[in-house]
């Protein structure tokens, strides 16, 4: 099959019978519905691009298991070339969406599966990486966007799955058949889940023999019969629900999306389990997961970051501020910062190497080191954007009182009107354009974009503390240590 265009991906959604819930209700037409669709604009946009000669080299890739040309979001990594050009995708889709485009979490899923099935199968004599490959063909051929899952909801932090009072707030098996496996808990904040054909799910942590039932990974398809959605809300999101919302939008077009996915007792057959109790394996998985996802951020945040940049260097120019030195200044701390954390996202890539099954995994240690400077950074470069727009980023008028014709005052002027002259600016400049670069920043720092740049940027690809872990263990603080001794002299 050929690769689908991003409105045959749209038409392909409708056909899915997924179960959707937002604000207490089933959404019947979540395709369409004006809180939903902007984060499926975003995944048609991967379909599209890749239809566009310009993009293709980044975009699609040669499968190594069918020899077709592939959407690079479902390729197994084949070299550290494969892996940079992974990340100038990323950055390349964040210019373009200024949202969290969804669909790396399915690509970063699929590498870390493939390397560690293979190496399951060599330890357990299992036969999980035939299976998975024959499921990585079927996604590659059919060009379907694969939601990768592991967050679970977690209970109390302070015990072990089995120990949770709620056996349920870990994802795990209930039933073993001769055909398969029944399932239940959920995955929380799961990025582009409703907007995906499939799921690949993984365990959320690594695991013991107590708590090998945990010890669970599968594909599932989005409208099984137990599995449904409840649709994570984000800021001003009833804004995209007022009549002819436009302006204050921000971003009309693009934004992300996370949900609560509860499997309620889910059967998953044979051919689709991926890992069933081999509990020892399941911190090898989260790990190779969370390092490809750690790299990911590498492009995708520094994208979004170009753009608010650019929305930050416009807001100048539009007060009239942009020769102003300490304005100049800000800017280059911005580039400066979102650069940084490109050279991560390229360093760990370039630094990959091919694991036993073939395909390439990043260099772990520099990829949480980038995804630990994503936890600072983004913050750091929207506080600069914050203070070059000026607080009228957060106080403006809304789009209506811009529009209304309605006369107040005493000199026959429209609310329109007085608005436009209290918020015209520098010479030459609309109040609309003023006014449209201000909602865009607003809708990043502050709005339902900063789901996918702020506080994504935090816990997105697992929270700080967690990379603090694998910097520790990727250190190598003893060989640093006999560098030391041998230059000091030191004979112990
Ligand atoms: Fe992709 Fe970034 Fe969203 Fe993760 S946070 S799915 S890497 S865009
Ligand atoms: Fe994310």
């Known amino acids: 099959m050929t690769l689908m265009t991003g409105a045959q991906y749209i038409e392909s959604l409708r056909k899915l019978n997924t179960k959707v819930y937002l604000f207490g ?22 379909y599209d691009l890749a239809q566009d000669p310009q993009y293709v080299d980044l975009m699609t890739a040669k499968s190594n298991l069918t020899g077709n040309t592939v959407n690079r979001f479902s390729h197994l990594h084949q070299s550290t070339a494969d892996l940079v050009k992974k990340v100038k995708m990323q950055r390349l889709l964040g210019q373009k969406t200024a949202s969290c485009f969804q669909r790396c979490v399915g690509m970063d899923a699929f590498n870390a599966m493939f390397s560690t099935t293979y190496e399951m199968d ?17 996604i590659q051929d059919n060009d379907l966007v694969v939601d990768g899952a592991m967050t679970d909801p977690k209970g109390d932090r302070g015990v072990s799955p089995s120990q949770q009072r709620d056996p349920d707030l870990f994802l795990r098996i209930v039933e073993k058949r001769a055909d398969g496996i029944v399932v239940r808990g959920a995955k929380c904040h799961q990025t582009g889940s409703i907007n995906s054909h499939e799921h690949l799910i993984m365990p959320t942590q690594a695991m013991t023999e107590a708590d090998k039932s945990y010890a669970v990974s599968f594909a599932i398809q989005s409208d099984v019969p137990g599995l449904f959605m409840v649709y994570g809300r984000q800021s001003c999101d009833t804004r995209k629900l007022e009549k002819d919302a436009d302006v204050d939008l921000g971003n009309k077009q693009f934004g992300g999306q996370e949900a609560l996915v509860v499997f309620d007792d889910v059967f998953i057959p044979n051919d ?21 996802h750690r790299q990911s951020y590498g492009g995708c945040k520094v994208g979004v970051g170009d753009v608010i940049i650019g929305a930050a260097a416009l807001a100048a120019d539009y007060n009239g501020a942009q020769k102003a030195s300490h304005i100049k200044d800000k800017l280059i701390e911005m580039t400066h910062l979102n650069e940084t954390l490109y050279c991560c996202g390229i360093a760990c890539s370039a630094e990959g190497y091919a694991t036993e099954a073939g395909n390439y995994q990043i260099d772990l240690l520099l990829a949480n080191v980038c995804k630990q400077n994503v936890t600072r950074f983004p913050y750091e470069i929207v506080r600069l954007a ?13 789009e209506q009182d811009f529009k209304s014709d309605l006369k107040v005052g005493q000199s026959g002027k429209s609310i329109g009107e007085w608005c436009n002259k209290f918020f015209a600016a520098a010479p030459g400049v609309t109040t609309e354009n003023r006014m449209r670069v201000l909602r865009f920043l607003e809708n990043i720092c502050l709005g339902s974009s900063a789901v996918g740049y702020r506080t994504e940027s935090m816990h997105g690809a697992g929270s700080p503390q967690a990379q603090r872990i694998m910097i520790a263990r990727q250190g190598n603080i003893a060989q640093k240590k006999e560098l030391a001794k041998v230059l000091a002299g030191i004979k112990e």
């Open 25 to 46: 209700e089933e959404v019947k037409n979540w395709v369409d519905h004006p809180m939903i669709r902007p984060s499926i604009n975003c995944l048609a946009l991967t």
């Open 122 to 138: 060599k330890k357990h004599g299992t036969q999980y990486h035939d299976r998975f490959k024959k499921y990585v063909t079927y």
């Open 272 to 292: 689709r389990v991926f890992m069933c109790e081999e509990y020892d394996f399941s911190g090898m998985l989260v790990e190779r997961f969370a390092g490809y």
């Open 386 to 398: 914050e203070d070059i727009a000026g607080g009228l980023m957060v106080t403006m008028p809304s």
